[in-house]
């Protein structure tokens, strides 16, 4: 085959049409002979097995599975939506994890990259609805087999590669006369090696920093010379790979509120930066330092969607957050789905918020309203911001702290629980066990020794202090119920909050419940302490509370699983079963009911 637009030569590899790129790019952090096994296994058994087979105990595992999986890379796209429209360009498509996001807006998708191995998993992709509409093509943007005006869309991926004006303008000739660019760009810190990469670039840096290369100003500049009239540019921060917040780099707001919740995070060491950041901000210093750009280029603006005005992204398991932020802080919040299959979630917190803040009960008014939107990522969230601050802002990391969180946290769901939750029920020891089996992570736990009484109740699903708003006097509300169910075990948010805010004084997870629940120590003493009134205002044995404990977070675990959330292909998964089975394992050493 010959391409009949620049006569370059076409092969078909593995059912896979090809241009014969110059050089294979490296396969790090995989060896050449480990991403040729993970192609072979993928195209004989699921993406999700061929990764479990191959990766199980990679040294890289984590940050493999991130790289297929893990659509929160993606979180900018709320910013784009409107460009990603008919036929698209991915270019640099790695694993198709992108291509595959993009598929589900755009028309058709075509993923050209420059490793034929990652182009086999592309192909043979199960894990996506939208996979049919992605077709994987060899080759690099300097040799692709297709006509001029081709494309409505392109994205690409530009980081750790040269940006200059003929790359622009040689991708801008598929373009139609209204289509768009958009690229990921690394900042002037990442290509001269001050921000860890894999492979950093080293380039020349002409002219001041405040247009030249690596910054948003030189991008624009570069755009502009390309034949793009309407550029905008956007931070990923911290980087591209592990990008938290996306903001358009215009946006003065969105610095001083990302590091408003790291100095509340990190005490005394996050109030001294905070401030630096701030000084730093006013200075326009913080604008010309992002490691990680988007760069969006277009030859007219197009509105957004959702009406934003200065937007910043927060990424989140199965849902990015945008939010409106001004000089007056946060004036509007959207949750979008980061891929289709999450869009269940958002319905989810719809319907159950919605069925508890009907009740005529005081407790209704910490149940937050919201608006259900449509959108071109399905069904959006859209709530006004709570009144105070999270409850993990107001408090400090120490024993003291957390005892207060407890004792503030269970207040609030006894009540809760009381006013929503039904009478006493006795489960025998095979209900319980088949309560805690969840087959497609593998749990399966033995039968315990005896029957415990319970209750149902509505449960919120990610109950910790982050997600608990305080005033300084009482809760406000509680947010994010995208976990939430009409019923459940009661312990599955009372265990969680225990749980979670014990992890900051022992990380290690095995340790905390041992430190908790198990041993003679302060700690122990007084978070036991703090669950055994919680149990007394609720009516339910203590023994009740250390047997339901798995459900914690075997709650979350089995939601991901009916959804076939992205959770549940990375490393994520592995992190919630071992926390299901230590609690499980444990059981007999606990010591609430002593």
């Not at 993606?74 to 036929?87: K, Q």
Request: glycine share 6%; aromatic share 8%; hydrophobic share 35%.
């Amino acid at each position: 085959m010959v391409c009949d637009h620049c006569d370059a030569e076409l092969v078909e590899r593995y059912g896979i049409v090809s241009c014969r790129p110059a050089d294979e790019p490296s396969s790090w952090p995989l060896s050449e002979a480990t991403l040729a096994e993970f192609a072979r296994t993928a195209t004989t058994m699921s993406i999700r097995t061929a990764a479990d087979e191959v990766l199980g105990d990679h040294p890289h595992r984590e940050s493999v599975l991130s790289t297929v999986f893990d659509v929160q890379q993606d979180l900018w796209l709320p910013l784009v939506a409107e460009y990603i429209t008919g036929r698209c360009l991915d270019l640099n498509a790695g694993y198709g994890r992108r291509s595959m996001v993009l598929a589900e807006h755009a028309k058709s998708v075509y993923a050209v990259e420059a490793s034929l191995d990652k182009l086999r998993i592309v192909a043979v992709r199960d894990d996506y609805a939208s996979a049919e509409r992605v077709t994987p093509v060899h080759s690099t943007d300097r040799r692709l087999p297709f006509r001029d005006d081709t494309f409505q869309t392109v994205v690409a991926d530009f980081t750790g590669e040269r940006v200059d004006r003929s790359r622009l303008e040689r991708v801008r000739r598929y373009l139609s006369d209204d289509g768009s660019l958009v690229f990921l760009a690394d900042g002037w810190p990442s290509r001269t090696g001050l921000t860890e990469r894999i492979e950093p670039v080293q380039t020349d840096r002409t002219g001041a920093l405040g247009v030249g290369p690596g910054t948003a100003n030189g991008y624009r500049t570069l755009a502009a010379d390309a034949g793009f009239d309407d550029v905008s540019v956007y931070a990923l921060f911290p980087t591209a790979s592990r990008p938290l917040y996306a903001f358009d780099v215009e946006n003065a707001h969105a610095i001083p509120q990302i590091f408003d919740a790291y100095a509340n995070e990190h005490g005394a060491l996050g109030t001294a930066v905070e401030k630096l950041m701030r000084v730093a901000n006013r200075s326009g210093l913080v604008k010309r330092c992002y490691p990680s750009l988007l760069v969006v280029c277009s030859t007219r603006s197009k509105p957004s969607p959702f009406g934003f005005d200065d937007p910043l992204v927060v990424g989140g398991r199965a849902r990015s957050i945008v939010l409106d932020v001004d000089e007056s802080g946060i004036s509007d919040i959207h949750k979008v789905p980061n891929r289709a299959t999450h869009e269940p979630y958002t319905e989810r917190e719809n319907r159950v918020t919605s069925a508890l803040s009907s009740s005529d009960a005081a407790i209704a008014e910490t149940i937050p309203n919201g608006d259900s939107l449509q959108s071109p990522f399905g069904s959006v969230r859209r709530v006004v911001p709570a009144e105070g601050r999270p409850l993990d802002d107001a408090v400090g990391r120490d024993v003291d702290s957390m005892e207060r969180i407890l004792r503030i946290g269970y207040e609030w769901l006894a009540d809760f629980q009381r006013t929503y939750g039904g009478d006493p029920i006795e489960r025998s020891p095979a209900e319980i066990r088949t309560e805690m089996r969840c087959s497609p992570a593998n749990i399966d736990p033995p039968a315990v020794d005896a029957p415990a009484t319970t209750f149902s109740t509505p449960v919120h699903g990610d109950f910790m202090s982050s997600n608990i708003y305080f005033d300084g006097r009482t809760i406000t509300s509680v947010i994010d119920w995208e976990y939430g169910a009409p019923t459940g075990s009661p312990i599955v948010d009372a265990g969680y909050l225990l749980l979670n805010t014990a992890a900051w004084l022992v990380g290690d997870f095995e340790d905390r419940v041992r430190t908790v629940l198990c041993d003679d120590t302060e700690l122990g003493e007084r978070a036991r302490s703090c669950v055994r009134r919680y149990c007394d205002a609720v009516d339910l044995p203590y023994r009740t509370f250390e047997v339901y404990l798995p459900m914690a977070y075997l709650h979350q675990l089995v939601l991901d699983w009916e959804y076939d959330a992205v959770g549940t292909y990375t490393a994520l998964a592995d992190e919630q079963r071992h926390r299901v089975v230590t609690l499980i394992e444990l059981l007999d050493d606990m010591s609430i009911a002593e």
